[in-house]
DNA sequence: GCTACTTACGAAGGAGTGCTTCATTAGTAG
DNA sequence: CTACTAATGAAGCACTCCTTCGTAAGTAGC
């Protein structure tokens, strides 16, 4: 709307091979006949976009299906696999990586652990470690990689230095994407894990297609994230979603009611406490029932918050408490009924512990296609096929 | 972004019309090479677009500035007195009206004062006198009108129906855009008064060219709006902005602060009551600021969950209570300051009792805008400059 | 009042893109 | 082997935009 723009014809070229690249993209393999009806040009000019995006190696033929009536129609795809995408999970405990393709599609997963307390050097290792194991798995190499995306603890700011993070004592202050970028020889894009959670689901997961979604972050750390109007929302100094900070929305401490509950024997390790008071709670204990009410409680205000500011179309209940949603969800949706003008559908995580870096590959794959599908200069000029490699074909063309 | 879409060669040229049109539109009447410059096409296309753009009647040519080098160039501007659009705030007190042209250059006001109590013909009766005295002061008439749009009191609908209302009881459950289409024989626009508030604010207020605007409407009700990445925040059902009704979040009691403090002498009417406080408080009635001093510690805790939750750009303090920002803002900073993890700009509105006026024109002018510069369909078919009155050319061209 | 300069106008010719039309080709069905 | 179906590829046409050039309408200087 605000960046439509007239120009040359060349420029309605353009126009018609991002149309037709995109409807390739969304819908797999399609015919010539096909793809025209999509688009809405003739077959013939449809014919002349798709010979040049061959020629430029974003979409390559494939074997006709047999068993129709007629001469087989030739069939076309985009080329997924002219580059590749990892998606990578900085957490306090862990390092979770996968590789996809341009489709998203995860080709290799992989975990390595970390202390929280670990020094900057061990956990920057593991993150090399997590990348060359999907690496390897997938028979890939660096060379091949396109876009990294990272989600972390914390407040990133929009050029990758981390701000703040509570879990990570040695990321304080951070230019992380400079580090990363020091390790990896292409485009690296950092963000708050939460968010690229809320990304995930919304793309995939629990809260598919819906335009205005609130993510519930609940485990040892409590956090928060918005999609509004379809998009991540960041907010202008990227601090948005820390609603736990506020000492009215008793999210801070809420996690404490499952923590020491007197449900929890002696000898469970503090860090397994939650989920023992979670599952005595789905056992029928009272005193464990009371814990976790009294969580819900302090949940349910700053979620209602939430709610009656953005009245959103769905609440995903993700993070690590997130596994105890049966036990969670009745009373949530109870108490959010009390107060809230219109009661949103709340729904659990699907994604479960592969949200945040599932959400790192659609950030790359929604980064990747920004850049191709952008109607302002010339699209997909800093990364196509051929640049890489062949190094014979740009985007641009009719230049001299 | 999403729906960029390639197409057919009279497509370019409907992309170009829209393009110099935009360009005519913001900046004012404009010489051809001037406008070949901005919009980046050569002279002679210029030349072809604003031809065809005259025939369809939204542009106008002016006579030509003198004394300046060389032949004359002639000037174009955008027809803004091709049609008219009325924005109308309907609040429990008073219904005002303003008349504006395309480029929502305000050229009447009126205003009527109605009883919070009054039955709802009255309420109809008060808002048909506000127009027809827009009308008569601009000399206008209603065939003129192209769009009415309206601001009032509670959840309205996408569709125009008033779900709830407590400032007017004659409200509830009313169809208020099938009443007033038969009053207008135009486009009828309904939005909820804060919301209206908050776009006129970010549009040509306190918080103009900000990304990112919560609005806070103080006063006898208090309520929220907001702006999210430029665009209005409705939510999924029309419910965005309502956080007052979270107990917690301690607004809805807040100005009860005001209006019962004891500094407030007993003779003093109870609508003046909360003036009258912030009077006193200016003057350094000790009594008084503790009153102040209270009601701005529970406009905090809301304030601060919206803040932390979306880190938004400005903060825009709008209604009744906002004429004495001077009282309440280094306050609220203060409280602010505490518990933010990024401060955003606070500022008093601008507007004051007119912004939700120009808030409804400002609407109008988008929706118009919407229509006109949308890149689906034909573009400005339903409402054309010939439309009305000559009846001949459309947008549309070449059909047959 | 005349000439030189500056800037804009308008017409002509050329290139690129998309559409329609039609004969041709490569399959399946009987 | 023939009839039918659906896709293919080439030819001709229409539209939009670009570049180039000669002309027109002002101001500045003499």
Redesign the interface.
């Known amino acids: 709307?605000t960046?439509?723009?007239?120009?040359d014809?060349s420029?309605?070229?353009?126009?018609?091979?991002?149309?037709a690249l995109r409807e390739l993209r969304g819908a797999g393999p399609l015919t010539l006949s096909a793809l025209a009806e999509r688009?809405?040009?003739s077959r013939p000019s449809t014919k002349d976009v798709v010979d040049e995006l061959i020629e430029l190696g974003w979409v390559v033929e494939v074997a006709p299906t047999a068993g129709s009536m007629g001469r087989p129609a030739r069939r076309y795809r985009f080329r997924a696999d002219s580059g590749y995408l990892v998606g990578i999970d900085i957490g306090a405990h862990n390092v979770r990586a996968a590789l996809a393709d341009l489709d998203g599609e995860v080709l290799a997963e992989t975990r390595q652990p970390v202390l929280p307390e670990a020094p900057l050097a061990d956990r920057l290792a593991a993150i090399e470690r997590a990348v060359d194991g999907c690496l390897a798995l997938s028979g890939k190499r660096m060379t091949d990689l396109w876009t990294v995306a990272v989600g972390t603890n914390g407040?990133v700011t929009r050029e990758g230095h981390v701000v703040?993070s509570a879990a990570i004592p040695a990321w304080r202050g951070l230019d992380l994407a400079a580090e990363l970028r020091r390790m990896f020889p292409c485009e690296v894009l950092i963000e708050n894990d939460s968010r690229l959670a809320v990304l995930a689901e919304s793309k995939r997961g629990a809260a598919r297609g819906a335009?205005?979604v609130v993510f519930l972050h609940i485990g040892r750390r409590m956090g928060?994230a918005?999609i509004?109007?379809g998009?991540l929302?960041?907010?202008?100094?990227?601090?948005?979603?820390?609603?736990a900070?506020?000492?009215?929305?008793?999210w801070f401490d809420a996690p404490e009611h499952l923590h020491a509950c007197p449900a929890v024997p002696a000898d469970v390790p503090p860090e397994d406490a939650a989920g023992h008071t979670l599952a005595a709670a789905r056992d029928g204990d009272p005193v464990a029932l009371t814990c976790v009410e009294r969580f819900v409680d302090d949940l349910a205000?700053?979620t209602?918050?939430?709610v009656?500011?953005?009245?959103?179309?769905v609440v995903v209940l993700g993070g690590g408490f997130s596994r105890s949603a049966d036990v969670l969800l009745p009373p949530l949706r109870e108490r959010l009924e009390r107060?809230?003008?219109?009661m949103?559908e709340v729904r659990a995580s699907t994604l479960g512990e592969e949200c945040v870096v599932f959400g790192a590959i659609e950030y790359a794959v929604a980064h990747h296609d920004?850049h191709l599908?952008?109607?302002d200069g010339d699209p997909g000029a800093q990364r196509s096929p051929g640049s890489s490699g062949h190094g014979s074909p740009t985007w641009t063309r009719g230049t001299g």
Do not use: W
């Open positions: 709307m960046n439509l723009r007239g120009g014809l420029r309605l070229r353009q126009l018609n091979s991002l149309s688009t809405g040009l407040v703040f335009g205005d928060s918005l509004i109007d998009k929302h960041r907010g202008y100094g990227a601090a948005a979603g820390e609603i900070m506020l000492p009215e929305a008793r205000v700053g209602a918050a939430m009656l500011l953005l009245d959103p179309e107060v809230c003008m219109r949103p920004r599908f952008a109607d």
